[in-house]
């Protein structure tokens, strides 16, 4: 590695039973300067014999130490797992218990190199909840670990395509529970870092945020709810006064329609349906997932471990390659390297 | 009239303050033949005054029985006012209590007929419920007043547009009560009424239905919620029986995608925004609000009285001649002339 090279973007598999596997070896045989200066954190062994099933022939390189990988045509592994950590026998399609600690220990392991500074970014691959959780894995999902391990105590998932960027107030709960989920403290935290890191990380020097009503017709003055005046409306008014420009709460119907969401940065959502219908009506398959709040930066696909497609090369791998290359734009307009100074 | 010629589409100008009349007036003088056989039912005074505050030139005529009406190249009023029933003295933009029971006599004259026969269909343009709300007009809207007025207990909300067609299992309430609102028996009756109009007024022989789950990911196998398995699937099962084709409770995140969506004649969604926000973000002034589960057809504009706007002559007129030509279609595919029957 030259000096001048920034650290490699870590990209984990998620579920190596999955189509995460698929995504990247069809990603990389197809467009293997894609993968310049990224390695994959994860044992040789759950790409090799994936490659061999789906007929693709790819020099894949593994090292046990993340610095010293480097060869340009390659796929680069680094098996950040200790000795002794079962991660054999993956079947496509199949969840297996046995691979459930490998997983978690592959994006720990990532996690842990990009706050340490000896990667630039994070870009991961989707898991199986159900079997991770069935080996004591008490998150909700990738999300939740990731803050937790950076000692964050909140965080912002953003979808963001060519289209439109939509950050969300809450995520995987029940609807019934949105309305007292919301409460003035945390709308405010997550409005200061949605804005911050558009300025932080895509290079916006002036954000302009809207916000989502909870109710329809954001409430029509109270006649549907009073979440906006109680909650939504002193959220905004505390931001403003911190300089954070944030339009709302506006009616979440009319907010997505062309003329409104063009006038807007981001759209900030109440609840995850809130955010991902118009997102997915509108982008399918070009929307990545990224983690705002972090100290790094941290990019996924938008789509789920497919189980029954893995091994069959009937995959589309366009929603990793648009998260690697958020994660270079993101890389790019980022106005301080703090990744490195969390080093 | 001939006597081959069908009873006259009715349309009723909604609040007479707002831009209802500005977009029936500039829709006139665009393409006067999209008003071949439709009425106004208004005083002839909500759009002469309002034309002329416009500068538009048109022949407006007035008659007080709905039967003689018939000019080609004017504009037809039917006044359906009672004497002594106060309709003047509206300034654009600024709504006055001294109209609201002329509104909604106006509204409730036109229901009348198409329920008698004497018309084929009803368009409206939007009221200004808080107007009518203080003059005592207990309704959430348009719809609830309509259904009242046919005695139907239930009616469905639609929206359809070129890109789509969604339906409501609820509509004007604070997010937070949606959960206890649904139960089976009424999504059963929402499934059915929407399977029966589209048969019956759109002319589709095996219509195809989706639902939406409530909860993110439809609940993901009821660890975010459980009305998927309590509520949603139990009603599914129950007009499955009754040989309906629908497929559901489905992730409504992925079900508007693109390749999704197009699977489907309708998707029946479980609140408010959940339906609105995708067919407005695809299909912005192009969608038409239709009530299903009337004895007549009903069509309507998706905007509001826009009161800024009104007398100024910048309003968009587009989703009034949608909605009449909605209507016009629905006529042409009603396999049996239910309004006739109705009469």
């Known amino acids: 590695m030259t000096p001048a090279q920034p650290p490699p973007l870590l990209l984990t598999l998620g579920e190596p039973a999955g189509i995460g596997p698929d995504c990247v070896l069809l990603a990389f045989d197809a467009q293997p300067e894609l993968f310049n200066n990224i390695t994959i954190a994860a044992p040789r062994l759950w790409l090799s014999e994936r490659a061999q099933e789906l007929g693709i022939n790819i020099d894949i390189v593994e090292s046990r130490s993340l610095k010293s990988l480097s060869r340009v045509g390659s796929l680069l592994c680094w098996n950040p797992l200790p000795e002794g950590v079962a991660f054999g026998n993956v079947t496509a399609g199949r969840t297996s218990a046995s691979t459930a600690a490998a997983v978690i220990a592959c994006i720990e392991a990532a996690t842990h190199a990009c706050l340490r500074g ?77 804005h911050h890191d558009l300025k932080q990380r895509f290079g916006l020097s002036s954000p302009r945020l ?30 403003k006064h911190d300089g954070i420009d944030v339009a709302g709460p506006l009616p979440a119907d009319t907010l997505f329609s062309p003329q409104m969401r063009k006038e807007y940065d981001a759209i900030v ?28 930066i941290r990019t996924s696909v938008d789509h789920g471990t497919a189980l029954d497609r893995a091994g069959t090369g009937k995959v589309s791998y366009s929603s990793i390659m648009e998260a690697i290359k958020m994660a270079r734009l993101m890389l790019m307009n980022s106005i301080a390297p703090e990744v490195n100074r969390a080093g």
Do not use: W
């Open 210 to 239: 809207a916000l989502c009503g909870l109710n329809p017709h954001a409430g029509e003055q109270q006649h549907f709810g009073d979440e906006e005046a109680a909650i939504l409306t002193p959220a905004i008014q505390q931001v």
């Open 269 to 296: 959502c109440c609840y995850h349906d809130q955010g991902l219908i118009p997102i997915k009506a509108l982008s399918f398959g070009d929307a990545v997932n990224i983690t705002l709040g972090l100290p790094f």
């Open 118 to 194: 000896e990667a630039s970014a994070l870009v991961t691959a989707p898991i199986e909840k159900a079997v991770l959780r069935d080996s004591g894995f008490d998150f909700p999902g990738h999300t939740e670990f990731l803050a937790r391990l950076a000692g964050r105590e909140r965080v912002v998932m953003m979808l963001a395509s060519s289209q439109l960027r939509v950050a969300l107030l809450t995520t995987h709960m029940p609807l019934k529970d949105v309305a007292t989920a919301l409460n003035i403290e945390d709308v405010a935290t997550s409005l200061r870092i949605t």
